[in-house]
């Protein structure tokens, strides 16, 4: 579901940033709170790298109430939502859902999103859906969303505030949760979700996350996410903020909104081809551009680099090409678990080929790096 990672900078006071439910949980923690889309959110607890391994090696979990959320209800929410996106939403069936992402007239990304397949309404027969969006761009994607779906016979809501997010991530995640949820985690399968019954309450839970492990993402009430997060506390699951969050994902080569994409970037230029369905679907905003493109080639791709010894390249340093500038990193760090550091940057197409030397600035010196196949780690935890 979620993106977003890295704290920004704060445009107001932080007494006017919003808070998630869990936001006294976490001062007992003692979280670090900064502001982050709005919102004041933990960056860490008991620190970025031990809640990194965490993840990586046993179970973490995550406020992600910051996210927002959207739900649909009619008739045929899928068919009306296909304009939308260039990803084949009929393939789609109940419990099944598609990371995908929203285009403007350019063809480029207003953000990128998860759109879940849930059962029809029990009683009505109605359709339902469920849209996970980023934190900083709810607001203009629920204007989008509002003015280009076609909504006769069809009901939008905004639940952002109404619902608790928590992941749950890791290799033992399955083992830590099961025991508080009244059916069988077991059989989801990666991306599929369903509606039970958790601590004796309704809940939505999908099998989806943004750290490159198995795990899970769970939607409740207020109430019903504090006891969960208290009782999966106790059980020794580890606290982990923005930042374990940022190194995570960054690992997997999972793209922040914001960040590595955003309005100017198609998802062929970022390497999200894979959610562009030409050939099975039918017209959808910006697919004239992705045509062209898809044609003729892109002038620029979304690269991973690996830099040698333990120099880090971070956002907007240049990538430097037989001493010129040719590109910009968007996420760098120096990965937890493979112990080097990695990067994604934006590079002509003709230097996006694995094992492409290039040079990247830091401080005034040049330092050399490598394209590499991305993902940069890839667990062998993940659920098919």
Not at 169 to 194: C, M, R, S, T, W
Not at 278 to 291: A, C, H, Q, Y
Request: net charge negative.
């Amino acid at each position: 579901m979620a993106k977003s990672t890295e704290p920004n900078n704060p445009e107001s006071p932080i007494q006017q940033l919003a808070r998630s439910p869990l936001y006294d949980l976490s001062l007992q923690l003692k979280g670090r709170m900064v502001p982050f889309s709005g919102w004041e959110m933990a960056v860490q607890y008991a620190g970025i790298s031990s809640e990194h391994q965490a993840v990586r090696q046993q179970a973490g979990m995550f406020d992600i109430s910051h996210m927002g959320k959207f739900g649909l209800t009619g008739k045929k929410v899928i068919e009306k939502f296909q304009p939308l996106v260039p990803s084949d939403l009929s393939r789609l069936q109940p419990g099944q859902a598609q990371y995908t992402v929203l285009l403007n007239a350019k063809g480029c990304i207003l953000d990128d999103i998860i759109f879940y397949c849930q059962e029809p309404d029990a009683i009505t027969n109605e359709e339902r859906a469920v849209i996970i969006v980023n934190a900083a761009t709810r607001i203009p994607d629920k204007a989008w969303i509002t003015t280009h779906l076609e909504l006769s016979e069809l009901s939008f809501r905004d639940i952002s505030e109404d619902k608790v997010l928590i992941a749950i991530q890791g290799p033992e995640a399955v083992n830590y949760l099961q025991p508080f949820v009244e059916d069988n985690l077991a059989p989801i399968k990666a991306f599929g979700h369903l509606e039970t019954n958790l601590l004796g309450q309704p809940s939505f839970i999908a099998r989806t996350g943004y750290t490159g492990e198995d795990g899970f993402e769970i939607m409740v009430d207020a109430e019903v996410g504090k006891e969960l997060w208290q009782k999966l506390l106790a059980a020794g699951v580890v606290p982990c903020g923005l930042g374990a969050r940022d190194t995570l994902r960054l690992e997997a080569a999972m793209a922040l909104y914001g960040q590595d994409i955003d309005d100017n970037i198609t998802p062929l230029e970022a390497g999200l081809g894979w959610v562009v369905h030409l050939d099975t679907k039918g017209d959808f905003i910006g697919r004239e551009v992705l045509e062209q493109q898809k044609a003729s080639g892109v002038s620029k791709r979304l690269v991973g680099l690996e830099m040698e010894a333990r120099h880090i390249a971070r956002h907007g340093y240049p990538v430097i090409f037989e001493g010129e500038t040719v590109g910009e990193v968007t996420s760098g760090t120096l990965s937890p678990t493979l112990n080097r550091p990695v990067a994604l940057a934006f590079v002509p197409a003709k230097l996006a080929k694995i094992g492409q030397q290039l040079e990247i600035e830091i401080r005034g010196k040049n330092y050399p790096a490598s394209v590499v196949k991305k993902p940069f780690y890839r667990s062998p935890n993940r659920p098919s």
